[in-house]
């Protein structure tokens, strides 16, 4: 169920010619909100009977607005179909399916079905430029690095809950390099993380892991893959601690090959 105060900046609904008023057109011109429609004569169930004659309208707003206003100042004021209104991820999946340009199975309405009111640019709708979708693709991209995002679900999911409909279609066109964005970005998150606790303490790497000497917790804080032998690298601190903190890992003492770290 829709609350009533959730804001979207598009909606759409349905009209049917035997409940909806007469003057619908003429009242949503009168509010000057950009507006398209497109009537559907020729739809068929699923057991392949004629569907009742509808329209399908978009309505879209310069900013977001309350479902309630939606409801009290445009729905009820030109009948909508059960006074059902539904707020619209993507405006050019709407006015793509008003042609049913990607439902196959359903009838082909042309293009020129569609009017629209207010100064409402279907052209805009039907296909993004090469050069729209660089720029969409930038924008996702710089949205993941803003919001730390850091799996591929809960980036669909935020978009997909959003208005931002072609940043979604292209999210979800380009999964392979987003995922491989995401991932990176991660990876490096966990590489910087590393670098910042050997900054803070002792660590000493052996065969297959690597431990950290905290100066006052003295325990062992990571593991990590077996990928760092044979580094030298010259103490700096005062080392007279350095055998008690050993002393705590029971595997070390046991190991002949230590590689000691000391970061300051």
């Not at 804001?7 to 619908?24: E, P």
Request: hydrophobic content about 35%; some cysteine.
């Amino acid at each position: 169920m829709i609350k009533s105060e959730m804001k979207k900046r598009n909606w759409t609904f349905v009209l049917y010619d035997d409940s909806c008023a007469k003057d619908w057109e003429e009242y949503l011109i009168s509010t000057g909100v950009p507006f398209a429609y497109a009537y559907h004569d020729k739809d068929k169930t699923e057991i392949g009977e004629p569907k009742k004659p509808h329209y399908h309208v978009v309505i879209c707003f310069d900013g977001p607005i309350t479902y309630h206003n939606v409801i009290e100042n445009y729905i009820n004021k030109v009948g909508a179909a059960n006074g059902v209104v539904q707020p619209v991820g993507s405006v050019r999946g709407i006015v793509r399916y008003f042609c049913h340009k990607d439902n196959p199975d359903k009838y082909q309405y042309p293009e020129d079905i569609i009017q629209c009111r207010n100064g409402f640019d279907p052209s805009d709708y039907f296909c993004l430029t090469v050069t729209q979708q660089k720029a969409i693709k930038r924008k996702v991209t710089a949205y993941i690095r803003d919001n730390g995002i850091e799996e591929y679900a809960d980036l669909i999911d935020t978009l997909m809950d959003s208005d931002e409909g072609d940043m979604y279609d292209i999210a979800s066109q380009n999964t392979f390099f987003f995922t491989q964005y995401i991932k990176s970005k991660r990876n490096l998150k966990k590489q910087n993380n590393l670098k910042a606790s050997i900054r803070n303490g002792w660590c000493f790497f052996m065969p297959g892991e690597i431990c950290f000497l905290c100066p006052f917790l003295r325990k062992e804080v990571s593991t990590v893959a077996n990928r760092i032998m044979g580094i030298t690298v010259k103490i700096g601190k005062d080392t007279t601690k350095l055998q008690t903190g050993f002393l705590y890992n029971s595997k070390c003492r046991k190991n002949k090959k230590l590689y000691f770290i000391n970061v300051s």
